[in-house]
């Protein structure tokens, strides 16, 4: 009997450590995701393609959406949206916040993100400054270990 | 003794079926911990050929055709819609709110769809739309582009929304 509940403590045990790998494993996974999420922002605040470039898996058919109009594929989202912000605005502040990670698949290869936003900014030209806020939409695959963004929708609003 | 026995006896049934219980939720535990690299082998199917993308296909067939019922069977009970500025978290919420006030909007216009990309990743889909929106609704006229992005997931072999970002 005492072998026996030897046994079964020591089984106890290792689903413990097993359990705890596992949590540990979607914390780092969440923490990988979040810290795409930071590099996506200074990236947009300092008109940085890098972020993106790093970040971003490139493929035929990629759509990133955002303000009712949307980048067809990487090259586009970096040259003509990303880049030019440096030149067109003062300054850009943008804010994710109540950031939300969801992983699917039975090897959790992919992830889901939302986040509230605010986007503070000045246009250079007019001399207007904006202030909105509205939601945002990440999606991830996992591919060789790394966290790639496979496509965004940001959508916002003025904020009264 | 004989008391004692069946005592040990039991103690010992209950052990194996509570270890038995253990072992069969660790092994959900350390699916959970595998790492999947193997997003290379599966397959990116085009809309029309992919089940993920003929789910969409009829969910926006049935809010157009104002069937309520059939719509909120495409979505999964949890899902999180973001529209218009605000968040919608669960399916019946959806189903009693704004989803009558879509289905209204809907059905006074021409929807044409521009661009449609679907793409299953195993048990996982998303979908990219671009449509645009000709006609009027209450006395005013639209002519617009609205942007739709959606998780789908399957689930008993039914895949089902999870997620909806709509804008326009």
Redesign the interface.
């Given at each position: 009997?005492r072998k026996?509940?030897a046994t079964?403590i020591a089984?106890?045990i290792?689903?413990s450590a097993?359990?705890h790998?596992?949590r540990d494993?979607?914390n780092k996974d969440k923490k990988a995701i979040v810290d795409v999420i930071k590099s996506i922002k200074y990236g947009w605040e300092n008109g940085d393609g890098l972020p993106f470039r790093r970040n971003f898996l490139d493929f035929e058919?990629a759509?990133y959406?955002e303000?009712?109009g949307?980048n067809a594929g990487l090259d586009s989202l970096v040259e003509h949206h990303v880049e030019p912000e440096k030149d067109a605005l003062e300054y850009l502040k943008l804010s994710f916040s109540e950031i939300e990670v969801?992983f699917?698949?039975?090897?959790?290869?992919?992830a889901?993100a939302?986040a509230d936003t605010r986007i503070k900014g000045k246009v250079n030209k007019s001399g207007k400054t904006f202030d909105k806020?509205?939601?945002q939409?990440f999606?991830f695959?996992?591919?060789?270990?790394n966290w790639k963004v496979?496509?965004t929708?940001?959508?916002?609003?003025d904020n009264k | 003794m004989r008391k004692d026995r069946n005592k040990?006896k039991n103690?010992?049934i209950m052990?194996t079926t509570?270890?038995l219980m253990?072992?069969t939720?660790?092994n959900v535990?350390?699916?959970?911990?595998?790492?999947?690299?193997?997003?290379?082998k599966r397959d990116e199917l085009p809309v029309l050929t992919s089940s993920a993308g003929k789910v969409v296909m009829q969910f926006h067939q049935a809010i157009q055709a104002n069937d309520k019922s059939k719509a909120r069977g495409f979505l999964a009970d949890n899902v999180?819609i973001?529209e218009g500025?605000r968040?919608e978290r669960s399916a019946d919420d959806y189903a009693n709110h704004h989803m009558l006030a879509d289905m209204k909007y809907l059905a006074q216009l021409e929807v044409k769809i521009l661009?449609h990309?679907v793409?299953e990743?195993?048990?996982?889909a998303?979908s990219?739309s671009?449509t645009k929106l000709t006609g009027e609704f209450k006395g005013k006229e639209v002519n617009?582009?609205g942007?739709e992005?959606m998780?789908l997931?399957k689930k008993d072999g039914k895949w089902k929304i999870?997620?909806i970002?709509?804008?326009?």
């Amino acid at each position: 009997m005492r072998k026996f509940i030897a046994t079964f403590i020591a089984l106890i045990i290792s689903i413990s450590a097993v359990a705890h790998d596992d949590r540990d494993h979607s914390n780092k996974d969440k923490k990988a995701i979040v810290d795409v999420i930071k590099s996506i922002k200074y990236g947009w605040e300092n008109g940085d393609g890098l972020p993106f470039r790093r970040n971003f898996l490139d493929f035929e058919g990629a759509r990133y959406i955002e303000g009712g109009g949307q980048n067809a594929g990487l090259d586009s989202l970096v040259e003509h949206h990303v880049e030019p912000e440096k030149d067109a605005l003062e300054y850009l502040k943008l804010s994710f916040s109540e950031i939300e990670v969801h992983f699917e698949g039975e090897d959790k290869s992919f992830a889901w993100a939302i986040a509230d936003t605010r986007i503070k900014g000045k246009v250079n030209k007019s001399g207007k400054t904006f202030d909105k806020k509205g939601f945002q939409t990440f999606l991830f695959r996992k591919v060789n270990g790394n966290w790639k963004v496979v496509h965004t929708h940001s959508s916002s609003r003025d904020n009264k | 003794m004989r008391k004692d026995r069946n005592k040990m006896k039991n103690i010992s049934i209950m052990l194996t079926t509570v270890s038995l219980m253990f072992l069969t939720m660790s092994n959900v535990v350390t699916a959970h911990t595998s790492d999947g690299n193997s997003a290379n082998k599966r397959d990116e199917l085009p809309v029309l050929t992919s089940s993920a993308g003929k789910v969409v296909m009829q969910f926006h067939q049935a809010i157009q055709a104002n069937d309520k019922s059939k719509a909120r069977g495409f979505l999964a009970d949890n899902v999180i819609i973001y529209e218009g500025g605000r968040v919608e978290r669960s399916a019946d919420d959806y189903a009693n709110h704004h989803m009558l006030a879509d289905m209204k909007y809907l059905a006074q216009l021409e929807v044409k769809i521009l661009e449609h990309e679907v793409r299953e990743v195993g048990q996982t889909a998303f979908s990219m739309s671009r449509t645009k929106l000709t006609g009027e609704f209450k006395g005013k006229e639209v002519n617009s582009e609205g942007m739709e992005s959606m998780v789908l997931l399957k689930k008993d072999g039914k895949w089902k929304i999870a997620h909806i970002h709509w804008s326009h």
